[in-house]
Each structure stands twice: as structure tokens, then as C-alpha cells.
């Protein structure tokens, strides 16, 4: 049966501009258990507290809601991560897993001020692209499960580098202080640069 209010979100997601919409969706259905990746390599981007696109979701969400001078980019960002949610969840049940159970949300940070809810947006986007990249370190058979899997964290990959890339210069534009926000940066989110080209 088709999900229609499933793919109107889909096409929603896709055309907001906190998309990398160069990089195409794959089909986490077509996904197949024992075909050269393992469920188990995606439990921690729906449980860990720390980065995983369900924190995400709470987080940006609940960051809109108290700052409103990022109020727009955080929900924007909230709503890709919705569909980054249900694509690694349908992957670990089209790969055979089982759904971790249950999330527990009590670690997820804020901030006190707009500045201080960027500088932990943008950790929590490096932790995520760190485990994006780590999970392609698994796959070495060549299957139409891996190449599918290869195709869904190089999107993966390429969103959270635009939120990255979206959530810095808004920093950059709230601190205002050039030092003061290269200061920011060396103290607090030493590895930015490593994700822009």
C-alpha cells in the first residue's frame, strides 16, 4: 500500500533548501538481509543520545521553540532529520534488525543562548558525519545491498555537511566579532573545517 502523506513529506524535505539535493535518495526498501551490511552498523543514528538523528530532531526542535533568531534554520534542519530518521530506520528493517527500544532523551542539550544552541548543533553534526563516515569503513563486498547502503550515508553525509556549513555561518553571523567567533572556533568546534572544501 502506498504511504501518500509518507512521499508528500519526502517531496517537502527535498526541495527545502536544507537539502543537498545533488545527492539522490536511494531506496532503503530495496535493502536485503546477508548482503554485505549489518543492521547493527545503524542502531547508534536512531539510540545514542549523543547523535543520533532522533536527538537531532529533539534538539533542533526544542532550539527553535527558545531561540528565535534561529528559529527558522533549526527547524528547517529538524525536518530533514526526519527523513534521515526514516530512511536508517527502514534500512535496519529492510536489512532485518530489529528497531532499538526505548529512547531515552534526557542527555539532549540546548544551550542558554541562540550562539550557545549553534556551537551544540554543530558538535552534534560533526559526532553524526564522523559516524556516517565510519559505517563506510564496513563495506567491502560489492552487493546491490552495499552499493545502496554507500549511496544512502553518502546523502546522509552530504545533508548533515550542509547543516554543518548552514548552522556555522549563522554562528559566525550572531557572534559577530571575528576573533571572538575564531575563538569559538579553536576552543569549541576545533574540527569544523575538516567538512568544508
Known amino acids: 500500500m502506498i504511504n501518500y502523506i509518507d512521499r508528500m513529506a519526502d517531496s517537502l524535505v ?14 532503503p526498501a530495496d535493502l536485503k538481509p546477508n ?12 539510540e545514542n543520545a549523543e547523535y543520533s538523528e532522533i536527538s537531532s530532531i529533539l534538539q533542533y526542535t ?9 528559529g527558522e534554520l533549526m527547524l528547517g534542519i529538524a525536518l530533514v532529520e526526519m527523513k534521515h530518521f ?44 564522523k559516524f556516517y563516515k ?14 545502496i547502503t554507500r549511496q544512502l550515508l553518502t546523502k546522509l553525509i552530504a545533508d548533515e555537511t550542509l547543516h554543518l556549513k548552514m548552522i556555522n555561518d549563522r554562528l559566525k553571523n550572531i ?5 571572538e567567533y575564531n575563538d569559538i572556533i579553536k576552543n569549541k568546534l576545533p574540527q569544523i573545517n575538516l567538512y568544508f572544501s
Open 134 to 147: 565510519s559505517i563506510k569503513t564496513y563495506l567491502i563486498e560489492t552487493t546491490d545491498s552495499v552499493n
Open 175 to 179: 557572534i559577530g566579532d571575528e576573533k
Open 14 to 27: 527535498d526541495v527545502l533548501k536544507y537539502s543537498q539535493t545533488e545527492v539522490e535518495w536511494p531506496e
Open 86 to 129: 526514516a530512511s536508517v530506520r527502514d534500512a535496519i528493517v529492510a536489512l532485518g534488525g530489529k528497531l532499538p527500544q526505548p529512547f531515552d532523551n534526557k542527555n539532549i542539550k540546548l544551550g542558554t543562548n541562540a550562539s550557545e544552541a549553534l556551537i551544540l548543533a554543530a558538535q552534534a553534526e560533526i559526532e553524526t558525519i
Open 35 to 46: 548482503d554485505g551490511v549489518k543492521p547493527e552498523w545503524f542502531y547508534p543514528a536512531i
Open 62 to 70: 526544542q532550539q527553535e521553540a527558545l531561540f528565535d533568531e534561529i
